[in-house]
């Protein structure tokens, strides 16, 4: 793995995109780039010892700038704090790269199957934007599951993406009962399981809350998907920790 390195970058943007998610941009210090795979994450350094994770959003390209998905979680001071220090400084630090979580995972042949609970998209995000932009030719399938259609914050990109790559499929669920959505409704994983039937063929991607990515994790082994084809930062830790099978 590439060896962490610190930033002190320009906050080029932190403009809220929904009702509680926050687009962030960060630019790389001049004659530096930032060095790092799809679907890895860093830490925003708040002060000595107190540094915060959050996924990388963006594609790998010039590795000037970062994208962020960051959520606004009510009385929630982790991250209130780190908001407020990127809606009213000019520059943060941060340190990267980090996780294992990468395409470099899957097998590079099989279907790709991304599960995605709220700004878990971040992550996705990241990864397929990669592939997409290096003409991946792999069938690629995102499920994107939310409460409200509100919290799809991004809805527009994954529907662009289907207009312009075959290999591309995007289904959104929505999990309170909304009479006026027409689309797939429940559980973002009741869904998947509905619609594929042979996921052992699929190299799957979690990203959500822990609690998501455990259950569904459990419920996959349940369907004989073997965890070699499971991925997902929190079940790498789990793994080093040899606390998963």
């Not at 610190?6 to 004659?31: F, T």
């Not at 899957?106 to 998209?121: E, K, M, R, V, Y």
């Amino acid at each position: 793995m590439t060896k962490q390195q610190a930033y002190d970058c320009s906050i080029v943007q932190c403009e809220k995109i929904s009702s509680d998610v926050y687009l962030v941009i960060l630019q790389a210090p001049d004659g530096r780039v930032f060095d790092y795979k799809a679907g890895q994450y860093l830490f925003i350094n708040m002060a000595e010892n107190d540094a915060r994770p959050y996924s990388i959003a963006s594609a790998v390209a010039d590795g000037r700038t970062l994208e962020m998905h960051i959520k606004d979680i009510p009385n929630n001071d982790f991250t209130a704090q780190v908001l407020q220090r990127l809606k009213t400084e000019d520059h943060i630090s941060i340190q990267l790269p980090s996780g294992s979580c990468t395409i470099e995972q899957s097998s590079g042949n099989s279907p790709l199957l991304f599960i995605s609970g709220g700004t878990g998209f971040a992550h996705s995000h990241s990864i397929i934007t990669s592939l997409l932009n290096s003409d991946d030719s792999r069938p690629i399938y995102l499920y994107w599951g939310a409460n409200e259609l509100d919290e799809i914050y991004l809805y527009d990109s994954p529907i662009k993406w289907m207009s312009e790559y075959k290999n591309f499929h995007f289904v959104p669920v929505i999990n309170n009962l909304d009479p006026d959505w027409s689309g797939e409704k429940g559980m973002v994983h009741e869904a998947v399981f509905r619609n594929i039937q042979n996921l052992h063929d699929y190299d799957i991607y979690l990203s959500g809350s822990s609690a998501m990515v455990f259950n569904i994790y459990r419920q996959l082994k349940e369907k004989k998907v073997a965890s070699t084809q499971i991925f997902s930062d929190m079940l790498d830790i789990l793994r080093d920790k040899e606390e998963l099978d």
